[in-house]
């Protein structure tokens, strides 16, 4: 069974949604949802980084509040520099990080992070994957927004994959 469903929650989720975006119960949806829930997982588990294994479901958790608080607040501020500073005043930059955490499936979650959370996009991450490069709207402090990134994300994820 393990090697026709390799990934049951991804298989099952795709099951949903393509009910959900057809908004139907017939019998082609429900074979088309079940070829696809069968199908993506065999053709896409060569690009999954490894399997995830969740350690710290409670700080799962806990980190979601921190990033939808973060992302409420970096939208607010970023909506507000947009509507009252000079766009040459506003301080642009790359941040490199450097990074104790080495799980893909945590820089996986740490890049959605960056890219969800307005003001800040994922550049790069090193090849040996200890360094990451961070572009920032608007940066005043560079060392607090470093500590921030590795006291607020980082060290949650790797409680959450590497324990």
Known sequence: MKRL????????????????????LDAATLLAALILAI????????????????????????????????????????ACLLLTRRTS?????FVQIPLDMRDPNGLAVLAMVMCLTPGTAW???????STLLIHVFDLDDEAAFVAMIKQRYERPLMEIFES
Do not use: H
């Open 39 to 78: 199908a993506v997982p065999l053709l896409t588990e060569g690009l999954r980084p490894a399997a995830v294994r969740m350690r710290r479901p409670d700080v799962a958790l806990r980190l979601s509040f921190v990033v939808t608080f973060d992302m409420l607040k970096s939208a607010y501020d970023v």
């Open 89 to 93: 005043r506003i301080a642009s930059k």
């Open 5 to 24: 469903i390799p990934s049951p929650s991804l298989s099952f989720a795709l099951f949903i949604v393509w009910l959900l975006l057809n908004q139907s």
């Open 123 to 129: 550049g790069e991450v090193s090849f040996d994957r």
